[in-house]
């Protein structure tokens, strides 16, 4: 797909941010981007912005410091809401992806609450920005298999590199004017924090303790706790329990 001439703004963060930037800027974009400080670990969008040359700011989007009128707006684990202004300035032509099959898991932490409740299914969805939380029409939708030994780290993963094989394709649907799809079906929503405070629970199952240990296996984000210490892996878990006796 052919960008050049077309001015677009990128809200990312962490590797799905990086390679919306990548994407964009080698279609011949003119770009400006919006990010978050990189975290211990983390893909800097800042940096690689810098070494290509792409302006980008940690600065909040708002709809009075635009660099432009923006043809499109493009949102990668973007970590802020944006604002109703930012998105008349677009016109609408303003789109996320969202790693859940929504209108299942809206707001944060997605995948870690799908495997704490043993999904099968997880997946993605690039919907339109509306004034909700995840609320907008769906523009492309695509599910990804849970594996029994995937970690919250691979799952993510997986599921990013096949979203952004479908970044370009979506950002052509909305340039061209595709209204999306009304989300229906089973609503939920989790606010941004680990599940359960991140601890675990020895009264749960085995079963749901080991997914769970696996569920929040993200570095450098905090591991699940157990009588106070970090939880990596089932082993660990099992040694501090019978030291704990």
């Given at each position: 797909?052919?960008?050049?001439?077309?001015?677009?703004?990128?809200?990312?963060?962490?590797?799905?941010?990086?390679?919306?930037?990548?994407?964009?800027?080698?279609?011949?974009?003119?770009?400006?981007?919006?990010?978050?400080?990189?975290?211990?670990?983390?893909?800097?969008?800042?940096?690689?912005?810098?070494?290509?040359?792409?302006?980008?700011?940690?600065?909040?989007?708002?709809?009075?410091?635009?660099?432009?009128?923006?043809?499109?707006?493009?949102?990668?684990?973007?970590?802020?809401?944006?604002?109703?202004?930012?998105?008349?300035?677009?016109?609408?032509?303003?789109?996320?992806?969202?790693?859940?099959?929504?209108?299942?898991?809206?707001?944060?932490?997605?995948?870690?609450?799908?495997?704490?409740?043993?999904?099968?299914?997880?997946?993605?969805?690039?919907?339109?920005?509306?004034?909700?939380?995840?609320?907008?029409?769906?523009?492309?939708?695509?599910?990804?298999?849970?594996?029994?030994?995937?970690?919250?780290?691979?799952?993510?993963?997986?599921?990013?590199?096949?979203?952004?094989?479908?970044?370009?394709?979506?950002?052509?649907?909305?340039l061209g004017g595709f209204p999306g799809v009304a989300q229906s079906g089973e609503v939920s929503y989790f606010k941004r924090g680990a599940p359960h405070g991140g601890v675990i629970d020895p009264a749960w199952p085995d079963a749901?303790?080991?997914?769970?240990i696996r569920a929040m296996t993200f570095p450098p984000y905090p591991y699940a706790t157990y009588a106070g210490t970090p939880i990596r892996t089932w082993a660990e878990y099992l040694a501090k329990r019978k030291s704990a006796k």
């Open positions: 797909m052919e960008l050049t001439g077309r001015n677009i703004i990128v809200c990312g963060y962490h590797w799905a941010g990086c390679k919306a930037v990548e994407m964009l800027r080698s279609a011949g974009a003119n770009l400006h981007v919006h990010t978050h400080e990189a975290g211990e670990g983390t893909p800097g969008v800042v940096d690689y912005c810098r070494a290509t040359g792409v302006p980008c700011t940690i600065d909040r989007i708002t709809a009075n410091a635009l660099p432009f009128k923006p043809d499109l707006i493009v949102s990668a684990y973007y970590r802020h809401l944006i604002k109703p202004d930012v998105i008349e300035r677009a016109e609408g032509r303003i789109f996320n992806l969202h790693p859940s099959l929504l209108p299942k898991y809206r707001g944060c932490s997605s995948l870690t609450w799908a495997m704490v409740r043993n999904e099968p299914l997880v997946g993605y969805t690039y919907h339109y920005i509306d004034a909700g939380c995840d609320t907008g029409n769906i523009i492309l939708q695509k599910p990804v298999p849970v594996e029994p030994f995937d970690t919250q780290q691979t799952l993510y993963l997986r599921v990013m590199f096949a979203a952004m094989g479908d970044l370009m394709s979506v950002a052509e649907l909305v749901d303790i080991e997914r769970f």
